[in-house]
């Protein structure tokens, strides 16, 4: 990532028109490089996300002695060194902004023999990490952090580790995922019990590597021992980014959008089905599976839409489209009222605080509570908004530009390049009016 600040300037621009395809899907990239990592063999993959995030984890595996080839227009061969090959890295493990990478790394690393730093960029600095410290430690790990339970962290892995059966505390594919990866390397049986569904990528992937593993409920299982076989990966487009794509669409008249090639794997629609229950015109063209994970073209076209209570059950399956969803529900008709979504807090920024503030700035009647926020739509002004580092932030508020009445400028927008490298030349080439400036 540049160092160099940058800003969005939105002049409005739509209606968003055509057909284009966002970057791969990150989940779903940063397992395809851990579990090739940890496989036997070559695992080829296409379609990966070079995202900020995404590199961060494979310069870590290529730092413990794994080789690969790539990435280079999302394809990488991986030489996969085993679940037992990994090497101590000659210094700490940067994860930059990524929770992904640190969390599911730190489940990795529990296994090993040998210690490991983990450390990140200011925002992951500030994220919680105890939620996974507590169940690795009860696997047998030793993880030191800073005040709090906060990044850097200390991985003193132990290759004896031992099955758990663990009840998640909160809703987390990242912390499911995290112990999953550990109990690779653990003597028995190691549970997951979750307290609501959530992406599960992680499972679906380890079948794809010839790991078994099995669901009962709520409760996903694994035993260690085994062995991951290299294979072929095609990562779809990553609904979350689609989502900024899908709520610029449906405000801005005139629009008609095919998004092509998206994962919609079921534990990550929940962005589809808030839009629609609040009168979106979203229609999944094509559907099919691809190695494992169900993919479509989503058609989005203008829609008046009308503000509604948002299910809690849905906020696991939509955690990270909040930031759009609530500029979807600035330019519904009526309330649109969240609850239940505490989690939103813990994010790359605090993304109840941030985006209520922002949305104030436009105009917009919208008012944050402990686990939610209301937001009453009406018309949206211009201004000036922060994105606070939050790649998801500065999306959200470029579309929330295209039906402003006067320009909105969203300044530090270069972490963007985390999750979406080429966003803005996506976003001008599909019809909204966005420059890139030098920050200010
Ligand atoms: C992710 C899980 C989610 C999500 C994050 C990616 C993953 O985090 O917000 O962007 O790849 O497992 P939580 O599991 O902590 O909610």
Same mark, same amino acid.
């Given at each position: 990532?540049? %160092?160099?600040?940058?800003?969005?300037?939105?002049?409005?621009?739509?209606? *968003?028109?055509?057909?284009?395809?966002?970057?791969?899907? &990150?989940?779903?990239?940063?397992? @395809?490089?851990?579990?090739? @990592?940890?496989?036997?063999?070559?695992?080829?993959?296409?379609?990966?996300?070079?995202?900020?995030?995404?590199?961060?984890?494979?310069?870590?595996?290529?730092?413990?002695?794994?080789?690969?080839?790539?990435?280079?227009?999302?394809?990488?061969?991986?030489?996969?060194?085993?679940?037992?090959?990994?090497?101590?890295?000659?210094?700490?493990?940067?994860?930059?902004?990524?929770?992904?990478?640190?969390?599911?790394?730190?489940?990795?690393?529990?296994?090993?023999?040998?210690?490991?730093?983990?450390?990140? %960029?200011?925002?992951?600095?500030?994220?919680?990490?105890?939620?996974?410290?507590?169940?690795?430690?009860?696997?047998?790990?030793?993880?030191?952090?800073?005040?709090?339970?906060?990044?850097?962290?200390?991985?003193?892995?132990? @290759?004896?580790?031992?099955?758990?059966?663990?009840? *998640?505390?909160?809703?987390?594919?990242?912390? &499911?995922?995290?112990?999953?990866?550990a109990g690779l390397f653990a003597d028995g049986e190691t549970c997951v019990t979750e307290p609501a569904p959530t992406r599960d990528h992680t499972e679906r992937m380890l079948h794809g590597f010839g790991y078994p593993i099995r669901r009962e409920g709520q409760t996903v299982c694994l035993r260690g021992g085994g062995r991951l076989?290299?294979?072929?990966?095609?990562?779809?487009?990553?609904?979350?980014?689609?989502?900024?794509?899908?709520?610029?669409?449906?405000?801005?008249?005139?629009?008609?959008?095919?998004?092509?090639?998206?994962?919609?794997?079921?534990?990550?629609?929940?962005?589809?089905?808030? *839009?629609?229950?609040?009168?979106?015109?979203? %229609?999944?063209?094509?559907?099919?599976?691809?190695?494992?994970?169900?993919?479509?073209?989503?058609?989005?076209?203008?829609?008046?839409?009308?503000?509604?209570?948002?299910?809690? &059950?849905?906020?696991?399956?939509?955690?990270?489209?909040?930031?759009?969803? =609530?500029?979807?529900?600035?330019?519904?008709?009526?309330?649109?009222? *969240?609850?239940g979504a505490e989690e939103l807090r813990v994010k790359e920024s605090d993304r109840i605080a941030v985006m209520a503030d922002g949305l104030q700035r436009l105009g917009v009647d919208a008012r944050p509570t402990a686990d939610g926020m209301v937001i009453r739509g009406g018309p949206i002004g211009g201004g000036e908004v922060e994105?606070?580092?939050?790649?998801?932030?500065?999306?959200?508020?470029?579309? @929330?530009?295209?039906?402003?009445?006067?320009?909105?400028?969203?300044?530090?927008?270069?972490?963007?390049?985390?999750? =979406?490298?080429?966003?803005?030349?996506?976003?001008?080439?599909?019809?909204?009016?966005?420059?890139?400036?030098?920050?200010?």
């Amino acid at each position: 990532m540049t %160092d160099r600040k940058i800003d969005y300037l939105v002049h409005g621009g739509g209606p *968003l028109r055509g057909r284009i395809r966002v970057p791969g899907d &990150k989940s779903i990239s940063h397992r @395809a490089v851990m579990f090739g @990592a940890l496989a036997e063999g070559e695992t080829r993959v296409t379609g990966l996300l070079e995202g900020e995030d995404v590199l961060a984890t494979l310069g870590a595996f290529r730092a413990m002695g794994m080789r690969a080839e790539g990435p280079a227009d999302g394809q990488l061969l991986i030489h996969g060194v085993g679940l037992r090959g990994l090497r101590a890295p000659a210094e700490a493990i940067d994860c930059g902004n990524s929770g992904t990478s640190m969390r599911l790394l730190a489940g990795i690393l529990s296994g090993q023999p040998f210690s490991t730093t983990l450390t990140g %960029d200011a925002s992951l600095r500030r994220r919680p990490m105890n939620r996974v410290i507590t169940p690795l430690s009860e696997m047998g790990s030793r993880i030191e952090a800073a005040e709090n339970g906060r990044p850097p962290l200390q991985v003193h892995g132990n @290759a004896q580790l031992r099955g758990i059966h663990y009840a *998640l505390p909160v809703a987390s594919a990242q912390v &499911k995922s995290a112990v999953l990866l550990a109990g690779l390397f653990a003597d028995g049986e190691t549970c997951v019990t979750e307290p609501a569904p959530t992406r599960d990528h992680t499972e679906r992937m380890l079948h794809g590597f010839g790991y078994p593993i099995r669901r009962e409920g709520q409760t996903v299982c694994l035993r260690g021992g085994g062995r991951l076989h290299g294979t072929t990966i095609q990562v779809p487009a990553d609904i979350s980014s689609a989502a900024f794509f899908m709520v610029g669409a449906l405000i801005c008249p005139d629009s008609d959008l095919v998004l092509e090639h998206v994962g919609v794997n079921p534990t990550r629609t929940g962005i589809i089905e808030i *839009l629609t229950r609040m009168g979106g015109r979203i %229609d999944l063209l094509n559907l099919r599976e691809v190695g494992g994970e169900p993919v479509a073209d989503i058609h989005v076209r203008s829609s008046r839409l009308t503000g509604i209570r948002i299910p809690e &059950k849905l906020v696991p399956l939509a955690i990270d489209e909040f930031p759009a969803i =609530f500029v979807a529900a600035a330019c519904a008709e009526g309330e649109t009222v *969240l609850t239940g979504a505490e989690e939103l807090r813990v994010k790359e920024s605090d993304r109840i605080a941030v985006m209520a503030d922002g949305l104030q700035r436009l105009g917009v009647d919208a008012r944050p509570t402990a686990d939610g926020m209301v937001i009453r739509g009406g018309p949206i002004g211009g201004g000036e908004v922060e994105s606070h580092t939050d790649h998801r932030i500065a999306m959200a508020f470029s579309m @929330a530009g295209l039906v402003a009445r006067e320009p909105v400028r969203i300044h530090d927008c270069r972490h963007v390049a985390t999750s =979406f490298p080429g966003y803005a030349e996506l976003a001008r080439s599909a019809g909204l009016s966005l420059s890139v400036e030098e920050g200010r």
